[in-house]
């Protein structure tokens, strides 16, 4: 049973307190979206604004998508929306993947045809973007409000990122 989205953004505003951060926020998030809209691939990309790219801070197969990898997606038509613009996205289809990722092979052959990403804003400033990917045409416009929800929640994580380039993590 999927529980109400004000109960889901509570119990995840509540991690904020604990301990192993950012991972537990980042883990807290994934789960989420897999209980509300499934997915087989999310990851969490960190904007590097000074080089109009990304780098992966969270991904929940590590093995084909290990975190730290820079990611071309700043200099994309995805990029110049999620990024950009700061405007949610989704596709579904192989066209769609294409259209968006620059590792498209990749995502396709890990049953990926579908795909939703929410920008992650902090202050006017684009700090990443939540993406969730998975089967057929398995993402409807409708979700995109609630996957933006759950991306803002990722501010606090993505500005304590360790390592985090460009100003990202948090002074002091």
């Known amino acids: 049973m999927t529980l109400p989205i004000s109960t889901t953004i509570t ?3 509540r991690l904020q307190a604990q301990d192993n951060q950012p991972m537990r926020m980042f883990r807290a998030v994934e789960e989420a979206c897999r ?13 590097d604004p000074q080089r109009n790219d990304t780098w992966r801070a969270y991904s929940s197969d590590p093995q084909n998508y290990p975190r730290r990898a820079r990611k071309p997606m700043g200099v994309t038509q995805w990029g110049q929306r999620v990024l950009h613009e700061r405007k949610s996205w989704f596709g579904n289809g ?9 590792d498209a092979d990749l995502i396709l052959s ?3 045809e579908a795909t939703a990403n929410a920008p992650i804003v902090w202050n006017g400033r684009t700090l990443g973007a939540l993406s ?3 089967s057929g045409e ?3 416009p409708q979700m995109l409000g609630e996957l933006e929800l759950l991306a803002s929640l990722l501010v606090a994580a993505m500005r304590d990122l360790d390592g985090c380039p460009s100003g990202h993590a948090a002074a002091g």
């Open 110 to 112: 890990l049953g990926c």
């Open 138 to 140: 398995a993402y409807r």
């Open 35 to 47: 209980d509300r809209f499934g997915f087989r691939l999310l990851t969490v990309l960190a904007y």
């Open 94 to 102: 192989p066209e769609d993947i294409r259209w968006a990722y620059p």
């Open 132 to 134: 969730i990917n998975g």
């Open 11 to 13: 119990r995840i505003l």
